[in-house]
């Protein structure tokens, strides 16, 4: 009988080769059901578009127009303003709590105007979107804790809709362009 020496006995080895097979089917896996967020982008639904509709002037009064220099400067209504100070300012413009000639005599007939300049940051116009639709949500808020008790996300979607209705949100968006303001 041949005594084996110890180092044989001790050394194995394991079978490696199908290790990379599954690494790469494991690899494959995951990058097929890995899902990529995108940026999507701020998303708008508009109006459907009907060729017979007329297109109507509107009453210069009733638009609050914001305008937004390729610095990320605003000037609203011909006035250099905060990003700080948007939202209170298009909240007294739609609403018009003194009843000012120059202002819309009902919310129905405000609408929002946003021009911004070629150069002008995404990160700004972002802002000034927020802030809008910010000044948006606290109206109807308001509005539906006044009329209803009720905040306006626990409202029933009737009821939301009724407040939508007194409180329509309308922005104008012109064509950015080159805006040389607040210089």
């Known amino acids: 009988m041949l005594k084996l020496r110890t180092r044989e006995r001790l050394e194995s080895s394991v079978n490696a080769g199908s290790m990379a097979d599954i690494a790469f089917l494991?690899?494959?896996?995951?990058?097929?059901?890995?899902?990529?967020?995108?940026?999507?982008?701020?998303?708008?639904?508009?109006?459907?578009?009907?060729?017979?509709q007329p297109i109507t002037d509107v009453n210069?009064?009733?638009?609050?127009?914001?305008?937004?220099?390729?610095?990320?400067?605003?000037?609203?209504?011909?006035?250099?303003?905060?990003?700080?100070?948007?939202?209170?300012?298009?909240?007294?413009?739609?609403?018009?709590?003194?009843?000012?000639?120059?202002?819309p005599s009902s919310p129905k007939k405000a609408v929002i105007s946003i021009k911004n300049d070629r150069n002008t940051s995404y990160e700004a116009y972002l802002e000034v979107y927020n802030e809008v639709k910010a000044a948006y949500n606290e109206l109807r808020n308001e509005y539906a804790l006044s009329h209803y008790q009720r905040e306006y996300k626990y409202l029933a979607p009737t009821l939301r809709k009724v407040v939508r209705i007194e409180i329509p949100l309308v922005i104008s968006e012109a064509e950015p362009s080159d805006l040389a303001l607040l210089e």
């Open 26 to 52: 494991l690899l494959i896996f995951f990058l097929v059901t890995t899902t990529i967020a995108e940026d999507k982008g701020v998303l708008v639904r508009l109006p459907p578009w009907h060729p017979d």
């Open 60 to 103: 210069q009064d009733n638009v609050l127009s914001i305008l937004v220099n390729s610095d990320d400067q605003l000037l609203v209504e011909n006035k250099d303003l905060s990003i700080g100070d948007l939202k209170g300012a298009i909240k007294r413009f739609i609403m018009n709590p003194l009843k000012e000639s120059d202002k």
